[in-house]
């Protein structure tokens, strides 16, 4: 079993920055592939960062040069950095961890721009 907390969402006007983060407790030693996902409601979750057990990062387009995801040594942390941020990227965004075929999810945390 994998936990996953996250913080650090809020409202912050355009072009500004926000950093996520996503505290991960339980079997994190087992976690393949960890990641960001974000949704607006009545759409489909969608992929933004994800990190695999080898450092490889993969980003959706949209994102690419904006944001950039790390961990810590331990494996327990996930930092989601998101500068020059849009009101296009709205959303609840979700840690997630993979373990085998089993996906885990944060609660999700609520990331507005707007001015």
């Known amino acids: 079993q994998v936990q996953l907390v996250e913080s650090g969402g809020g409202l912050v006007q355009p072009g500004g920055s926000l950093r996520l983060s996503c505290a991960l407790s339980?079997?994190?030693?087992?976690?393949?592939?960890m990641g960001w996902y974000r949704q607006n409601p009545g759409k489909e979750r969608e992929l933004v960062a994800s990190?695999?057990?080898?450092?490889?990062?993969n980003y959706a387009d949209s994102v690419k040069g904006r944001f950039t995801i790390s961990r810590n040594n331990a494996w327990n942390t996930l930092v989601l950095q998101m500068n020059s941020l849009k009101p296009e990227d709205t959303a609840v965004y979700y840690c997630h961890g993979r373990v085998g075929w089993t996906d885990y999810w944060g609660q999700g945390t609520q990331v507005t721009v707007s001015s």
């Open positions: 339980g079997t994190i030693f087992s976690i393949e592939n």
């Open positions: 990190l695999n057990s080898r450092d490889s990062t």
